[in-house]
């Protein structure tokens, strides 16, 4: 079965960066793409950008630009997502998703999630 | 502030339908396809409705998704407790060249 395991709590201070990861297991990772979705406490979503696994094409959201990269590891099955300059307002549990095989902008199976918290 | 507009809070009693509404412009409802997802309390969000109106195979067809021009639609008819949740709609967005989700909708089943 498709499972995305995410990396654990992360605790961060202003400024400092963040590299969360998204092991996927049950399916051809090279196959489909990787979205990364954040959501702030008692907020709704909102998509960072995505990955191809097949050949590292990458679209980041306007609001991160500059600010993160997104990797993928086709040896060990695992995409990451790195956030440098974290704020405050970056506290937010972060989900990597995968593309769905309908070939468009939905995604259909989600990593648990992982807590970053930043605070001084 | 959403580029996409869903009422807040939705409510219904069990074995009602109810219908959550998302609003957005040309450059992401009016010219793409519209996907919805659920969002239990505490969990990650599950995919309900893809390309407008398709539902995956493990989605009871008590969800359906519309879209008439610049406005999508989910409906859930029979309601149960176990909806109560958040429903999120999607797009692509042609102007941002990227996804956009509306602000969701918290569904309360009375």
């Known amino acids: 079965q498709v499972q995305l395991v995410q990396s654990g709590v992360e605790v961060k201070k202003p400024g400092a960066s963040v590299k969360v990861s998204c092991k996927a297991s049950g399916y051809s990772f090279s196959a489909y793409g990787i979205t990364w979705v954040r959501q702030a406490p008692g907020q709704g979503l909102e998509w960072m950008g995505w990955i191809s696994a097949y050949n590292g094409n990458r679209n980041y959201a306007q609001n991160f630009q500059g600010r993160v990269t997104m990797t993928t590891d086709t040896s060990t099955s695992t995409a990451y997502m790195e956030l440098r300059s974290l704020r405050s307002d970056d506290t937010a549990v972060y989900y990597c998703a995968r593309d769905s095989p309908h070939k468009g902008y939905d995604f259909d199976y989600w990593g648990q999630g992982t807590l970053v918290t930043v605070s001084s | 502030q959403s580029v996409m507009t869903q009422p807040p809070s939705a409510s219904g009693t069990p074995g009602q339908r109810v219908t959550i509404s998302c609003s957005g412009s040309s450059s992401n409802i009016g010219g793409n396809y519209v996907y919805w997802y659920q969002q239990l309390p505490g969990t990650a969000p599950k995919l309900l409705i893809y390309?407008?109106?398709q539902r995956p195979s493990r989605v009871p067809d008590r969800f359906s998704g519309s879209k008439s021009g610049t406005s999508a639609s989910l409906a859930i008819s029979g309601l149960r407790s176990e909806d109560e949740a958040d429903y999120y709609c999607?797009?692509?967005?042609?102007?941002?060249?990227?996804?956009?989700f509306g602000g969701g909708t918290k569904l309360t089943v009375l």
């Open positions: 390309r407008n109106n």
């Open positions: 999607a797009a692509w967005d042609d102007s941002l060249s990227g996804v956009v």
